[in-house]
């Protein structure tokens, strides 16, 4: 079992920069990559960045990419997300996710375990 909390979302103008934060506990945080996912209003979850068991591998969706920077402390059992020139379609609510398999996916259904996700507001 894992249990994640995410914090970090607020409202903030376009051009700004949010960090995001998810703390894990349970299960041993190196043995899991990690993601973070969006959902906007009337849309679909989607996937923003995962990063691998020990840091060494990320990837971004290409909306995010050069903008946004995710990162773990596993010391911490806590992955981040780095928002940075922030713009009013990034609002949504941000989920960060583990993923227990061993073969990198950005598919949302493969992820066992779900925080209950953060609101981040982007006005223009």
């Known amino acids: 079992q894992v249990q994640l909390v995410e914090s970090g979302g607020g409202l903030v103008q376009a051009g700004d920069s949010l960090r995001l934060s998810c703390a894990a506990s349970?299960?041993?945080?190196?043995?899991?990559?990690m993601g973070w996912f969006r959902q906007a209003p009337g849309k679909e979850r989607e996937f923003v960045a995962r990063?691998?068991?020990?840091?060494?591998?990320?990837y971004y969706a290409d909306s995010v990419k050069g903008r946004f920077t995710i990162s773990r402390d596993n010391p911490k059992n806590t992955v981040y997300l780095q928002m940075n020139s922030l713009k009013p379609e990034d609002t949504a609510v941000y989920f960060c996710?583990?993923?227990?398999?061993?073969?990198?996916?950005?598919?949302?259904?493969?992820?066992?375990?779900w925080g209950q996700g953060t609101q981040v507001t982007v006005s223009s």
């Open positions: 990063i691998s068991r020990n840091g060494g591998n990320t």
């Open positions: 349970g299960r041993t945080f190196s043995t899991y990559s």
């Open positions: 996710a583990a993923d227990l398999h061993v073969t990198p996916t950005t598919t949302p259904s493969r992820y066992e375990y």
